[in-house]
């Protein structure tokens, strides 16, 4: 793995998708997205669930 990503998410339904869709895409292969959920009570969770279940290099970790 040559970069790994942290990423803190809490309550950003409206703009977590273009930004995790616009990492996804990226022409750099080899790298991870460690998304935290931080108690979101807005949908992003369910978001972030939906994308480490599409793609093996984002993988979700929900903390209250």
Same mark, same amino acid.
């Given at each position: 793995?040559? !970069?790994? *990503?942290?990423?803190?998410?809490?309550?950003?339904?409206?703009?977590i998708n273009r930004m995790l869709?616009?990492?996804?895409?990226?022409?750099?292969?080899?790298?991870?997205?460690?998304?935290?959920?931080?108690?979101?009570?807005?949908?992003?969770?369910? *978001?972030?669930?939906?994308?480490?279940?599409?793609? *093996?290099?984002?993988?979700? !970790?929900?903390?209250?």
């Amino acid at each position: 793995m040559k !970069v790994s *990503i942290i990423l803190p998410v809490y309550n950003a339904v409206q703009t977590i998708n273009r930004m995790l869709e616009s990492l996804r895409v990226q022409t750099l292969t080899d790298f991870e997205v460690l998304m935290i959920d931080d108690g979101s009570t807005d949908g992003s969770s369910t *978001i972030l669930d939906e994308y480490a279940k599409k793609d *093996i290099r984002f993988q979700v !970790v929900h903390k209250k």
